[in-house]
């Protein structure tokens, strides 16, 4: 009898584990269980789909800089039709003068675990990006190479194909329950009452996450958080307009012909967004737009196109992944909790579960520091660079 893994989620982090299963050999069968084929409210389909390699924690930056070479080497792994759009135009992260000790140390630490980031004083930023305002800004961190954005439905729509082309089955269904028979999962129980045996079981349902391993009275403190996105067109054209972090907390990058971009919502008004998606409007007006004019001028004139509002995975103990073997049902195996990080992370996170369920551990990437224990024991791995 041959080996079944039964993935509960089809999207980026579903798909990745399943297509590198099988390009790392495995053989037996591999069944998806995806609740909304559709993909529409699932996290990877509403992303800004940016990357970066400033990270404070050095497994974030290793996992980047793996998606890096991934991504540029797209058309050799998927042929020669596949593009992402991918493109590199940098991060910008600008601190004020109060951060400019700590950002230089940020940056020298990137730079020795192998990113291209480095630190620009509010005159370099000036100089390059000249429609961007220095008014309070100290220091500015930048990825000369190895950071951007690419199309985040783009690279599902490729990973999910070759996975079926290499006999994935993608089964329609919502996962409602597990059977548990001593520390395994036996059967992954479905909503139209059919069961899923299993010999592994992968927990890759995003913001879900969290509820269903309660499902199994496992603590995961993943929950989906509403983020809004805003697409806008302003009088602007600038080729190297980079992915813009401010210090104010706004983001933005260029997208087609205009701009997207968003805030968080404060910190005690990001409630669990369970059902949520509707467009923050009233953070756009009051919040995004007196910031946004600020450090871009030319930005007073934006015309709002449309926006959307997806769900951040966060994983509230530290804000970092949740990656690798359950401790107790020993068949189980996550990858889930990127908190906003995930679909940049999903290729070195799918190579972790193939590698943790056909070699038992990491072998290419020691995702160690990502792993459950620290849910177990309440030992957070922070995450100092959070949007
Ligand atoms: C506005 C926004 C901006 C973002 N920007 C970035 C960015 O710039 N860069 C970046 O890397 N990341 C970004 N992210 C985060 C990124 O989108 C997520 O980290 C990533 O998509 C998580 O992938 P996933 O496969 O774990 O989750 P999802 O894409 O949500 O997929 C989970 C899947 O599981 C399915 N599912 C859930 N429950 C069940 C069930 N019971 N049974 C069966 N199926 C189920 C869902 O239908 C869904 O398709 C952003 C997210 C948002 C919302």
Redesign the pocket.
């Known amino acids: 009898m041959s080996e079944k893994i039964v993935i509960?989620?089809?999207?980026?982090?579903?798909s990745f584990a399943a297509w590198f299963l099988r390009r790392q050999g495995f053989a037996g069968d591999i069944t998806v269980?995806?609740?909304?084929l559709t993909?529409r409210?699932?996290?990877?389909?509403?992303?800004?789909?940016?990357?970066r390699t400033q990270f404070g924690t050095p497994v974030n930056i290793h996992m980047s800089l793996f998606s890096v070479d991934f991504f540029r080497r797209i058309k050799q792994v998927f042929g020669p039709a596949a593009d992402i759009g991918y493109v590199e135009n940098g991060y910008l992260i600008l601190g004020g003068p109060d951060t400019v000790a700590d950002s230089r140390a940020g940056a020298a630490m990137q730079r020795g675990e192998g990113a291209d980031v480095i630190a620009l004083t509010p005159d370099e930023i000036a100089h390059r990006f000249p429609y961007i305002s220095t008014e309070g800004v100290g220091i500015g961190t930048f990825g000369a190479t190895g950071e951007g954005?690419f199309d985040?439905w783009s690279l599902l729509s490729l990973v999910r194909g070759a996975a079926r082309d290499l006999g994935v089955r993608y089964l329609s269904?919502?996962?409602?329950g597990f059977d548990v028979a001593g520390d395994r999962i036996r059967t992954v129980r479905l909503a139209d009452g059919h069961g899923l045996p299993c010999d592994w079981c992968v927990m890759?349902?995003?913001?879900?996450s969290g509820a269903?391993m309660a499902k199994l009275d496992q603590p995961l403190p993943v929950s989906p958080r509403k983020?809004?996105?805003f697409s806008f067109r302003a009088p602007l054209k600038a080729a190297n307009f980079p992915m813009l972090f401010d210090s104010s907390g706004i983001w933005i990058r260029a997208e087609g012909e205009g701009f997207i971009g968003?805030i968080q919502p404060p910190a005690d008004s990001d409630p669990d967004a369970t059902g949520d998606f509707e467009p923050h409007h009233a953070l756009m007006q009051e919040v995004f737009w007196p910031a946004l004019a600020t450090r871009i001028p030319a930005m007073e004139e934006l015309r709002l196109d449309r926006a959307w509002?997806?769900?951040?995975?966060v994983n509230a103990l530290d804000h970092n992944g949740v990656v690798g073997r359950h401790d107790e049902i020993t068949n189980l195996v996550l990858?889930?909790g990127?908190?906003?990080?995930?679909?940049?992370?999903?290729p070195a996170a799918g190579r972790g579960v193939a590698e943790t369920i056909l070699h038992g551990g990491f072998v290419s990437l020691d995702l160690t520091p990502l792993g459950y224990h620290r849910i177990r024991l309440g030992t957070p791995l922070p995450e100092s660079i959070v949007y």
């Open positions: 509960v989620g089809g999207a980026i982090m579903g269980v995806e609740k909304d993909y409210f699932c996290s990877t389909a509403l992303s800004a789909a940016a990357i954005w985040a269904g919502e996962v409602t890759a349902a995003g913001a879900a269903l983020r809004s996105v968003g509002a997806g769900h951040y995975e990858s889930t990127f908190s906003g990080h995930g679909v940049m992370h999903a």
